[in-house]
């Protein structure tokens, strides 16, 4: 039980209230404006500062259980290659991880392991409008070796400065190796997840009611809810794609991966399955939403169309009367009767009243 205690006290990040210093934020890291961080640590313990990566490198690897934490934010080629290179990377990962916009994935090379996360993140708004943005998203590649992480993070949110705090505070953790800090990592994203489901939900609540609410403005909530259906598949491409590398990293045996800590990456995984659940569910409803609202669009539509009829019928009987003694021939009946006019208008009143009840008992007016 400590151990599920230990890892669940480092899965839940972004939960905690203390205050934290933001380690990624360039400004504050001592290697310049790519390398957000390097930090050495041994048996779960961060070792003093070193200047440059290549001396981190050589201090962990003459210790044993020792190893290097690299963070990279947004590198180019170039800034990277001299990283790729003392580390031993495989082109096709280095590639993906200086581009980016790739598919939640794990590959294996050789002996690192490469994995690919997409983090997400809810942009607060005042009110949905059908140009609200409310999902953003970014990617943290992850190079996982026997003693070393390197972390390649694209886009201004998804700090790792936050996670590497708490795991410092849980050095009995940082002690299994790198295999600890991916399964930090991948909780987290996930955990961030669940967060912006939970405040998407709110968006949806308020749509739904907003829709069925009888005094809402009919031309405006179909933009919304296909602008939140936008903002939903841009989540659902982040969420979705990542079960099979979790599993995999829950099931499949790797030499860079704790086997105490492998198995833990089920409990990631039962997360992201639920997320996944919640986010299908979220379309689903959208989908009723969106008819929902065209049918109440339609049955406007259908009521005003019965009213523009029936008051149509009701204009016809004195457009055909007065279209009748408008034609202007010498004989017609009642034409030079004192009371003809009079008696013609009563007659106009009287058929229009009728066919003015006639509409309103059957609901047309």
Not at 106 to 125: I, P, R, W
Not at 161 to 170: K, N, V
Not at 216 to 238: F, H, T, V
Not at 324 to 340: A, I, S
Request: charged share 25%; hydrophobic share 40%; net charge negative.
């Amino acid at each position: 039980m400590s151990m599920v205690g230990n890892l669940r006290k480092v899965a839940n990040l972004a939960r905690r209230g203390r205050r934290r210093v933001d380690l990624s934020h360039p400004a504050r890291s001592p290697l310049g404006s790519t390398v957000v961080n390097c930090v050495v640590y041994r048996d779960g313990i961060r070792r003093p500062g070193t200047d440059t990566v290549e001396e981190a490198v050589r201090h962990a690897r003459k210790h044993r259980g020792g190893f290097v934490w690299l963070g990279l934010h947004e590198p180019t080629e170039e800034e990277f290659a001299g990283v790729a290179e003392l580390f031993g990377l495989h082109p096709l990962a280095v590639e993906d991880a200086v581009h980016a916009h790739q598919r939640p994935k794990v590959e294996q090379y050789g002996d690192v392991l490469f994995a690919v996360f997409k983090t997400v993140t809810y942009v607060e708004h005042a009110e949905l409008t059908a140009t609200s943005e409310v999902v953003n998203t970014g990617e943290i590649m992850v190079f996982t070796g026997p003693d070393f992480v390197v972390t390649v993070r694209h886009g201004r949110h998804g700090s790792l400065g936050p996670l590497r705090e708490d795991l410092e505070a849980e050095p009995q953790q940082l002690a299994k190796g790198p295999s600890a800090v991916l399964h930090a990592i991948a909780d987290h994203v996930v955990d961030d997840y669940v967060t912006v489901a939970e405040a998407v939900q709110n968006d949806i609540d308020q749509v739904e009611t907003d829709v069925f609410s009888p005094n809402s403005p009919r031309n405006a909530d179909a933009g919304r809810i296909y602008q939140l259906k936008r903002e939903l598949l841009e989540l659902k491409r982040a969420v979705v794609p990542l079960a099979r590398p979790l599993d995999r990293l829950a099931t499949e045996p790797r030499s860079c991966v704790d086997p105490e800590i492998q198995a833990y990456f089920r409990d990631v995984a039962d997360h992201l399955t639920r997320v996944t659940e919640q986010i299908t569910a979220f379309d689903a409803l959208l989908d009723s939403i969106l008819q929902a609202h065209l049918a109440q669009v339609t049955v406007a539509q259908n009521e005003d169309m019965r009213k523009i009829t029936a008051w149509a019928a009701i204009i016809a009987v004195p457009t055909m009367v007065c279209g009748v003694y408008g034609m202007n021939f010498d004989h017609m009946p009642e034409l030079r009767w004192r009371f003809g006019y009079p008696l013609v208008l009563a007659v106009i009143a009287t058929a229009c009243l009728v066919i003015h009840r006639g509409f309103k008992r059957n609901g047309w007016l």
